[in-house]
């Protein structure tokens, strides 16, 4: 009970002395650059990729499921719109970006703890934590909402695919069905659960790299440490979140 109390207090901590005025806003300005291409940017194609066969699967398996004489045809295009915007692009992106955004940070920050670079930095008399992970928090807070977007429209395409080249079903009675009932706040929910889940994915994984101790062994167990702990926060957060926002 003792050490889950305590590793939220250095979390708190280490968040405090993070989210103190940059001493130099120039420096951050270029470090929250290089972090929008490192986080985001070189993550849109694997998101492009896995949303496009997201996308298609979840057409054929609605369309194989609940095909029926009574259901309308343009069911299967409003089912797969409302999958996309409310979970997959949101919450299971969040969940796939931990595994592969979440680890780069935590071994990247980890291996400069057990280097010594971070302790030759507070030597310096630099804010180590607002200079190392202020602007991955930000750098991912702001790209995070694009790559729900390029999500989205990439499932979509891919259930136009299904039906132009797969000939599963109509390709006009897909696109009634994304229309049909649209409403825009479902579209401002995921951004908005996205921005929270890409704020717990940089942080917890910077903590979890910043606080290790040991050797390379450690930057390993450390970097699986923050994959797990942020999946587990993203899917308590995002129980939170849909209750407060569609409830």
Do not use: H
């Not at 901590?13 to 650059?33: H, I, N, S, V």
């Not at 066969?53 to 295009?77: C, D, H, Y």
């Not at 299904?162 to 229309?179: I, P, R, S």
């Not at 951004?191 to 929270?196: A, D, E, L, R, T």
Request: charged residues 10%.
């Amino acid at each position: 009970m003792i050490r889950p109390i305590t590793t939220v207090g250095k979390y708190i901590m280490l968040m405090g002395r993070t989210f103190a005025r940059p001493e130099r806003m120039r420096m951050f300005f270029k470090q929250y650059l290089n972090e929008m291409v490192q986080l985001g940017v070189n993550s849109i194609g694997i998101v492009l990729l896995i949303s496009f066969f997201i996308g298609a699967v979840i057409t054929i398996q609605i369309k194989l499921n609940i095909e029926s004489p009574w259901m309308p045809r343009f069911v299967v295009g409003y089912t797969t719109r409302e999958i996309m915007l409310l979970e997959f692009s949101s919450s299971i992106m969040c969940l796939i970006l931990a595994g592969k955004v979440g680890s780069n940070i935590a071994s990247e920050i980890g291996t400069m703890r057990v280097t010594q670079q971070i302790d030759a930095l507070e030597i310096m008399g630099v804010n180590s934590a607002g200079y190392l992970i202020l602007p991955k928090i930000v750098a991912l807070m702001t790209m995070i909402p694009f790559l729900v977007i390029f999500s989205i429209f990439s499932g979509i395409i891919g259930a136009f695919c299904t039906c132009w080249f797969g000939g599963v079903m109509n390709a006009e009675d897909l696109a009634y069905g994304l229309q049909y009932s649209f409403q825009e706040w479902f579209v401002w929910c995921s951004f908005i659960k996205s921005v929270f889940f890409a704020f717990i994915i940089s942080s917890v994984s910077a903590y979890f790299g910043y606080t290790v101790e040991g050797g390379s062994i450690a930057v390993g167990k450390a970097s699986t440490d923050s994959v797990v702990m942020s999946s587990v926060l993203i899917l308590f957060s995002d129980l939170v979140l849909t209750q407060l926002l569609m409830g």
